[in-house]
Every structure is written in structure tokens, then in C-alpha cells.
């Protein structure tokens, strides 16, 4: 659909420093107003149709034209690869893939999510002007061969619908119209009590209608709004360039803008509850991209200025996806001979050693190339790059694995190394992957130093992920990962940590491509330090997804080795002696592996020392998935920047899927490994509830800020998913459309079912932060409260119930000390002067407690006794204030008018007093401060007595609401005129 998937709102101001970004694969330049090197790939799975070519390259074409109008003649796109999968056949008009990956693509071409069945989308992590992940388009939508009609009859031209999503995914600018699914309602009341369409615009022609039946609309007697099935029909034949936005009906033919902050017919609606005015705090979304560093430079100077060009007609190239590549490069320098943990004894080269061995027999998929590279005080080629096309390539490679540690140490020279191995036979190296494993800093005066092979490195394309053993591993090594579009990790060197085989793990994991379906899922893992005769027990869960070629592995460092078992659901047990163990004993590893698909449910590992010392143990568990069903996964990741100012917003993030689908209510826990002590980690809980780092609630995605910083230095970061309780559920959808088709009545109606998910483990590795500065104080404000609400309202006594997700003393962590609710008259006065508004005191509580919040992420109720006056309308926002006085930001703003109308119309019964008067009741969220002209509400009553009864409520459109005129049928609220209505 015609939107951005909100995941979470990676907010970044401090001085931290990680390689795990929004977007951070992305190779696209933009330069001379041209955007080059984009990338369209197609997924294995789509079947082979040269027409999806051809058809990409005609949207694209008309997308560059689209943009450069809209842009106002500041972009354009120059050149387009287009990346067709290994499983497709050879064609001489195919060129080899260099750097270009299905993982890398900025587009992808794939089966339909659905969440959004056909309706294009981009996936995105990141908060306002942050770019997304990847643009999403069915092979439908792109051959025109969508069921529901043509695509340009439901959306416009596909042209249109590429920029409106290239905004999500370049800009991160979001969308203007109502989401209801997500919150964002097609109608609110503004400030003034008038309905008004969800937009950018207050100004659009058009009608109001049930969309299903054609019929009247129908009133939410929740919220007096009209409901969900009202959708606003524009008029297609409006003339007028003010009539829409390249994010709100991009599809009226007038539209070639973006809503700006112009007086104008551009002029953006600060106040419409949409997803733009929420994640970017009313901006406009041109205020957005011409901020963005696309068009800004970082003292403020324009750049890619207005300039006219020959042609906005872009080059196109059809590539075809080459096996991964891949050449480890592997320190043994001296300081590889040092000993981490004097009381376990092991130096750094045979843990090294152990754990390159696990992962080349375990994690580097079937087909790929691996070199290696050796290197001290110069390097050494120990493998050219060699194919692992069978279980003995593996072993030959895995033999290769250097166990030694001398001399000194040059990063570069190892880096170096690897390029000329990606290039021989004159090879392109570009789309190489290179792992570097080092321990210490680069000894000064060597050539080629790794600030000289960073830069041949991203000159020829290659990726670089970099793990740091030791907390005084050269500083550079996050660079050069950030520099060459890979990610980094870290590992302390605690006995405890298995960080250094989750992050070499992460740093060779496939999705998305033919060598993926092949891979390995990691179930579980962990390294604990036994003291002699010490047992370890855990008990690991095979959910029905996985369950093919099973692997548990042991992993020691003693001589004398361990005695472990692994028991079986159906109690079967297996142990040192069973024939389906494999051993290595110079690496000290034991693997068992299961034949064929081993049992669903509880697998119960037990492991003794029966050393004379205390020795570390590694215990993973690996499975690849069933052929049933798509396998439950789970990916973290950080937030990303080169961060400025303290306190720094270190965001922690974890996708959990089956297939396209969330899984939520899940037991998400991040482990953090800290720089000041091997031994010191901290665990946070990620959740999934809309609050603090989480924008979207139930989305499947989990989020959370941490904020244990120690002091300056690296922070390694995994996560462990679980379904200990049973609470987690796969949330599907039958999906309809949150976007605005050109034919509303072409919309199907949206309904979301929950499926109890089996008991399951996953970990991932998410990589490191690097804190440059640190102040021991307590600096952290709590979170932004963004999802303030009115509940419930009372008429007769004038209470105001409402609600918000506690944040926390620390962003979202811990319990905020007190609230500051403030109220004022108009939104536009509460947004520009919140401190000077009138604050709710303890005496207007008839219920909660504003010195009293409860823990982050529950809800906090609080009732207000408004005070009677002549004001109509009344507003509130609050903020959430820690026990340092460290404040967040002031919450998105509520409404609340009490509308005073003489009663009139038909079946009115007249007189000559105030019970001539009813009260109507008006509840809307709103973002901004603009004044929105909205549509007059007649409301004609039957009155009896001292009991008013609404008769009928009629809306006289304005220009936002309709040009026809369209009533609503009667409106029954229940009560005393009491509702309950949602911001």
C-alpha cells in the first residue's frame, strides 16, 4: 500500500557510534541531482518473466520524470541495475552481478505480504527524515495483473506510486491520509468541533460515502467521527495543483508537489492526526526532505539545487545474482597468544581457532566461495577462494584455520589480501564479503595501513564486517564496516560471552537468496564458565517450522574434555559415544547431528566438567527449516548514526516473523556485554507496545533503549526470543488497504486474525555501540508520551478520563518521578507555549495520580474535572518528568469541546431559555496547530421535559468534508450523553 511500515522510531543525538543503520547497506549516490546506482532486485522465488523487466524499466522511467516535477527539478534518477536471481536462465543481455545483492537492493521484487496484499510499501525502521529499508513490489502490481483491477485505475500511475514510495525509503517523509488500522482515523474533529478529512490538505473537492454500500455514512458511536467504512471519494477531474500531495492522492492528476509551509495551495495541515504530523512533530513533509542531507549540506548550505536537465531518462542494466563470496581474514599476531581468563587459561588463538572452525563447518552456506587470509606483521594467502560444493570442501577449509599467534600486527595488510584474492583472474571484486577477526591496535608505520585499504576496499565495492576481539581492538575496525556498507560486532573476551561466534554467524548469514533456503537457524546459544566437577543443564525448544539437519554442538577447552547429553522429547539420549557425534578434538568441539527431521518440543542438554580446572563450554543448537511452512526468525539490530551529543539514544531492535507475518507477545531479552568488566552485562527487555523507542504497537518488531552506559568503549549486543508462557501469536491479516484508492469502493475490508504460536527459541547477534564520550550523571530524560488519548468523557460533571503508555526515568526504562498535564484553549497555544499554560493540579483529579506514575510501558489513567467556563473547546498534553528534573518532550495534544448549539430543526420544540440548548460532544486527536475549516454539524433534538434526545445529526459539507451533501443517520449515544472515544 501506498505507505511506510513504521517499525519503531530510532531517535539519534549523542555521541555513539554504531554500523548497524537504517539502511546502511544502500550504495545509491546521489550527485549533479542524479541518483545513480539504484538497485531492483527480483527474489528467487518469483517465477522468470522478461515482462517484469520491461515493465520495470517503463515505471522507472516515468518515476525519474515524476521526480524531478515534484523534487522541483533537484532529483532525477541517472542509472538502475536491475538484478534477476540464480534461478532464473542465462541471457546474453545479462551482465555478471558485481556488487548487487538481493539483501543490498533498494527494491524488491517479491511474493505479496499480507499485511498489503498487492499495495506497495516500504519497510522502514527509523524516525523522521531517516531512510528506510527496502521498497516492496508484487510481480502483479508490476504487470499490471492485479485482480482487483488495473493498477492504474486503483492507485494512478505506477510512476506516481514509485516516488510516493521512494519518499518512505530516500526521505523518510510519511503518509498524510487516515490509517484506521494503525490509529490514524480517515476523520477527526479539529480544534473548532468541524469533521475534517485526514490529509494534507483542508482544501480537497470531493464526497463522503459508505464505501461498501455506496449508502450514507455511518457514525462510530464511540466517537462521534463517521466509521471506518466513510471514506472520502475526491473528485478525479479537479483542476487545481493545491488539491492533493505526492503523499496524500498522489493519483489526482494536478499533483506535482509535496506540502510545504507555504500560506499557499501547497500549504501543509499540521494538525490532521496522521502519521507524517506524528513522527515528524507537524513538519511538513517538503520541510523534511529539503533537510534532509540529500539537500542540505551540515552547515546549511543548499546543495543539488533547482537545475534543468536534457533528459530525466535513466540507463538500465539486467544483472544476474552471483553466489555469495567470501574471505575471512584472520589475526595471529602476538597479542592472539594473550589469556582473557587466567583461571580458564585459554589464549585468544585457540578460541579463534575453535570458533572459525565451527563456523566454516557449520554457518557458510552450500555454494559459496570462501578464501582466507592469515596476518601478523604482514599478510599471508592461506585459501583462494574455493567453492563448497560438498561436506569434504568444507573440512579441507575448516583444516585450514590458523591456531599461532607472533609478530606484530598490520589490519591493512590482511585487508589488502583478501581484495587481491576477491580480484584474481581478473575478477570484480565488488559484492565480496570480507570478515576480519583482530585483537589489538595497528602498529604505526605499517603499509598499507587499514585507513588506505578502507579506502581500495569501498572504492571496488567490497563489504567488510568486522569483529573485535578485546576491548582494545583498534578503533578503526568500526569504520571500515561502516565505510564499506557491513556491520561490526564485538567480543570482550568473557568466558561467559559467546558474542564472538553470534556475531561471525551474523556476519555470514543469506536471506533472500537460493543459498538461504540452505542456511542454518541459530536455536540457541550460550558459554558458560565451569568450575571442576560443575554440571550445566538448559533445555532448548524444536518448534515444528525447523527441525532439518539439527545440530548440537559442544564446544570445550581443557584437554581432558566434558561429558554431556542431549535428551530427546521421547526421552532418547544421546552422549559422547553415539554414533551420530562427530568429533574434532585439536578444536575441541563435538557435534551431534540428527538424522533426518528430529522431534518437535523440549530438547534437555546437560554438560559436566570433568577437568581438574575450571574451563569454558559453548553450547549451540542449529536447525534449517521445514519444508511445511515458512520457519519462525528473528533478527536484531541497533539503531545507527554518527552521534553528536550526550546522553547518547541507543536503540536495540528485534524483527519477529513467520514468513511476512509478525509474531507478538513474544519474550524478546537483549543481552549487553559492557567495556568496564568482562564479567559485566546488563539485560533489557524489548517490547512491542507502541511506547518509548516502539512506534507501532503489535507490528512484530521490539524495541527498546539502552541506557546502562559504563563508561567510553564498546557495548556488544545480542538478543534471545522465547515463548515461555504461550502468549505469543501470529497476527495475520486478509488485508485491505490503509491508502487511498482512487475508487474507494474498490477497497476490501481489512480483518486481522491471531493464531496461538508453539513454544520456540531464536538468538541473534545485533552488533556493537562504540560510546566515544560518557558523564557519570543521570542525563536521560523519560521517553516522549506520543499515544495520549481521551478515554471517556462525562458531560453532566465535565470529567475528561484519558490515558497514555508510561515512559520511563530513562527514556523507557524504570518509573518517571511525576507527570506535568497542562491544559489550555487552543492547540495552537498549547504546542508554541506549553510551560505557560495552565497546569492541572491535584484538586481537578477525580482520579489517578499525577506523582505517582506507574512503570514504564503500562497505562496511566488519569480523570480531569474541567472547569466550567465560556471556552468550547479545552486541550491537554502532558510530559513525563524523572527525579533529576530531567523532562521529555510535551505528548501530542487531545481536544475535547463542549459545543454549545441552540436547538433547531425538525422536531425541535423551541423556548425561550437555556433548555432551549444542548450539549454535543466533540473528541479528537489532533497533532498540530493549524486552523483547519472544517464542516458545520446541525444536530436537531426532540426535547421533553428535562430530557434531550438527538433526533438527527446532519453534515453541511464545507470544502474538506464533501461537495454534496451527505447525511448521517441518527446518532444514539448511551448515557447521559457519556461516549468513549480514542485520540
Not at 380 to 409: K, W, Y
Not at 537 to 543: E, H, K, P, R, S
Request: charged content about 20%; proline content about 5%.
Amino acid at each position: 500500500m501506498l505507505r511506510a511500515v513504521l517499525v519503531s522510531l530510532a531517535v539519534v543525538s549523542s555521541l555513539l557510534v554504531t554500523l548497524c543503520g537504517a539502511n546502511s547497506h544502500t550504495r545509491v549516490k546521489f550527485e549533479d541531482n542524479a541518483y545513480s546506482d539504484l538497485v531492483i532486485a527480483i527474489h528467487p522465488d518469483v517465477p522468470e518473466n522478461s515482462d517484469i523487466i520491461d515493465r520495470l524499466k517503463e515505471i522507472v522511467t516515468d518515476a525519474s520524470e515524476y521526480l524531478h516535477i515534484t523534487t522541483r527539478d533537484r532529483a532525477y534518477f541517472s542509472s538502475v541495475s536491475i538484478l534477476v536471481p540464480e534461478t532464473w536462465q542465462d541471457k546474453p543481455e545479462y551482465l555478471a552481478a558485481t556488487w548487487e545483492t538481493y539483501d543490498g537492493s533498494d527494491v524488491h521484487i517479491a511474493e505479496l505480504n499480507p499485511e498489503f496484499d498487492h499495495n506497495p510499501y516500504v519497510r522502514t525502521y527509523s524516525g523522521c527524515g531517516e531512510k528506510g529499508e527496502y521498497m516492496h513490489l508484487t510481480p502483479e502490481f508490476v504487470l499490471d495483473e492485479v485482480s482487483l483491477g488495473s493498477t492504474d485505475y486503483l492507485w494512478g500511475p505506477s510512476g506516481r506510486v514509485f516516488i510516493h514510495e521512494w519518499s518512505h525509503l530516500r526521505y523518510g517523509v510519511f503518509d498524510e491520509y487516515g490509517i484506521p488500522t494503525e490509529g490514524y482515523p480517515n476523520y477527526y474533529f479539529n480544534e473548532n468541533g468541524r469533521i475534517t478529512v485526514t490529509g494534507c490538505k483542508i482544501n480537497t473537492p470531493g464526497y463522503s460515502r459508505n464505501y461498501r454500500t455506496g449508502g450514507r455514512c455511518g457514525t462510530d458511536p464511540a466517537t462521534g467521527l463517521p466509521d471506518e467504512e466513510c471514506q472520502f471519494f475526491p473528485y478525479l477531474t479537479t483542476t487545481g495543483t493545491g488539491q492533493g500531495s505526492v503523499m496524500f492522492m498522489q493519483f489526482l492528476d494536478p499533483v506535482d508537489h509535496f506540502c510545504d509551509d507555504s500560506e499557499g495551495e501547497h500549504g501543509h495541515n499540521a494538525d490532521a492526526p496522521n502519521k507524517q504530523n506524528r513522527v515528524c512533530d507537524g513538519r511538513s513533509t517538503w520541510d523534511v526532505i529539503s533537510n534532509t542531507p540529500d539537500f542540505k549540506a551540515e552547515d546549511g548550505t543548499e546543495i543539488n539545487t533547482p537545475r534543468e536537465v536534457p533528459s530525466t531518462e535513466p540507463t538500465f542494466r539486467v544483472v544476474k545474482a552471483r553466489k555469495p563470496r567470501y574471505v575471512l581474514v584472520l589475526d595471529i599476531s602476538g597479542s592472539m597468544a594473550s589469556i582473557d581468563d587466567m583461571s580458564i587459561g585459554i589464549e585468544r588463538r585457540a578460541l579463534l581457532h575453535q570458533t572459525v572452525y565451527k563456523l566454516v563447518q557449520e554457518a557458510i552456506p552450500l555454494g559459496s566461495s570462501v578464501g582466507m587470509v592469515k596476518f601478523h606483521s604482514w599478510a599471508t594467502r592461506l585459501q583462494e577462494l574455493t567453492e563448497i560444493a560438498t561436506e569434504a570442501d568444507r573440512l579441507a577449509l575448516a583444516e585450514a584455520v590458523p591456531n599461532e599467534a607472533s609478530g606484530g600486527t598490520c589490519i591493512g595488510c590482511g585487508l589488502i589480501e583478501a581484495l587481491e584474492i576477491l580480484s584474481m583472474n581478473n575478477a570484480d571484486p565488488a559484492g565480496g564479503i570480507v570478515i576480519i577477526l583482530s585483537d589489538g591496535e595497528e602498529n604505526n608505520g605499517v603499509s598499507p595501513n587499514i585507513t588506505v585499504a578502507t579506502q581500495q576496499l569501498s572504492a571496488a565495492g567490497v563489504i567488510v564486517h568486522s569483529v573485535t576481539y578485546s576491548s582494545n581492538g583498534d578503533h578503526r575496525m568500526e569504520e571500515v564496516a561502516e565505510a564499506t556498507h557491513g556491520r561490526a560486532f564485538f567480543f570482550s573476551g568473557a568466558a561467559d560471552s559467546n558474542s564472538l561466534e553470534d556475531g561471525l554467524r551474523e556476519a555470514v548469514r543469506v536471506q533472500n537468496s537460493a543459498a538461504a533456503r540452505s542456511s542454518s537457524l541459530q536455536l540457541y546459544s550460550r558459554a558458560i564458565k565451569l568450575a571442576a566437577g560443575e554440571t550445566f543443564n538448559a533445555t532448548v525448544l524444536i518448534d515444528s517450522t525447523v527441525g532439518e539437519n539439527t545440530e548440537f554442538s559442544f564446544g570445550w577447552t581443557d584437554e581432558t574434555g566434558v561429558q554431556w547429553t542431549v535428551t530427546s522429547p521421547t526421552k532418547t539420549v544421546y552422549n559422547n559415544r553415539s554414533s551420530e557425534v562427530s568429533y574434532n578434538h585439536h578444536a575441541k568441539i563435538a557435534t551431534l547431528k540428527m538424522p533426518g527431521k528430529a522431534e518437535v518440543g523440549s530438547w534437555v542438554l546437560e554438560v559436566l566438567n570433568i577437568a581438574g580446572s575450571a574451563q569454558r563450554v559453548v553450547l549451540t543448537v542449529t536447525s534449517r527449516p521445514s519444508a511445511a511452512e515458512p520457519p519462525i526468525t528473528a533478527a536484531a539490530w541497533l539503531s545507527g548514526s554518527d552521534l553528536q551529543v550526550w546522553p547518547p539514544r541507543a536503540v536495540v531492535y528485534a524483527e519477529v516473523t513467520q514468513g511476512l507475518s509478525p509474531i507478538i507477545g513474544a519474550r524478546v531479552l537483549a543481552t549487553v556485554q559492557g567495556p568496564d568488566d568482562q564479567t559485566n552485562s546488563y539485560t533489557l527487555q524489548l517490547r512491542d507496545d507502541g511506547a518509548g523507542a516502539d512506534l507501532t504497537r503489535n507490528d512484530g518488531t521490539y524495541s527498546a533503549y539502552f541506557t546502562q552506559f559504563t563508561g567510553i568503549g564498546r557495548y556488544s549486543v545480542s538478543a534471545a526470543v522465547t515463548n515461555p508462557d504461550g502468549q505469543a501469536q501470529l497476527r495475520t491479516s486478509v488485508a485491505g488497504s490503509g491508502a487511498p484508492f482512487r475508487d474507494p469502493t474498490k477497497m476490501t475490508t481489512t480483518t486481522t486474525s491471531y493464531q496461538p504460536v508453539e513454544s520456540f527459541e531464536r538468538t541473534s547477534a545485533a552488533g556493537v555501540f562504540q560510546l566515544l564520550q560518557f558523564k557519570p550523571e543521570d542525563s536521560f530524560p523519560p521517553s516522549r508520551i506520543t499515544d495520549l488519548e481521551v478515554v471517556k468523557v462525562s458531560y453532566t460533571d465535565r470529567t475528561v478520563l484519558m490515558r497514555w503508555t508510561a515512559p520511563g526515568d530513562d527514556y523507557d526504562q524504570g518509573q518517571a518521578s511525576q507527570y506535568d498535564l497542562r491544559m489550555g484553549h487552543s492547540t495552537r497555544s498549547l504546542r508554541a507555549g506549553f510551560g505557560q499554560a495552565s497546569s492541572v493540579n491535584g484538586s481537578m483529579l477525580t482520579s489517578g495520580n499525577l506523582n505517582q506514575p506507574v512503570p514504564a510501558g503500562y497505562s496511566q489513567y488519569i480523570e480531569v474535572l474541567v472547569p466550567v467556563s465560556d471556552d468550547k473547546t479545552v486541550v491537554f498534553a502532558v510530559t513525563a518528568v524523572d527525579d533529576n528534573g530531567n523532562t521529555g518532550g510535551t505528548s501530542n495534544i487531545v481536544t475535547v469541546t463542549f459545543d454549545y448549539q441552540e436547538s433547531y430543526g425538525e422536531g425541535s420544540e423551541a423556548t425561550s431559555g437555556p433548555s432551549a440548548a444542548m450539549i454535543g460532544a466533540i473528541v479528537g486527536g489532533v497533532l498540530g496547530a493549524a486552523l483547519i475549516i472544517g464542516v458545520s454539524i446541525v444536530i436537531a433534538v426532540k426535547i421533553s421535559g428535562n430530557k434531550t434526545r438527538i433526533r438527527e445529526i446532519r453534515i453541511t459539507p464545507r470544502d474538506n468534508f464533501g461537495a454534496d451533501d451527505v447525511d448521517l443517520p441518527p446518532y444514539s449515544p448511551h448515557g447521559k450523553l457519556a461516549g468513549t472515544a480514542h485520540a
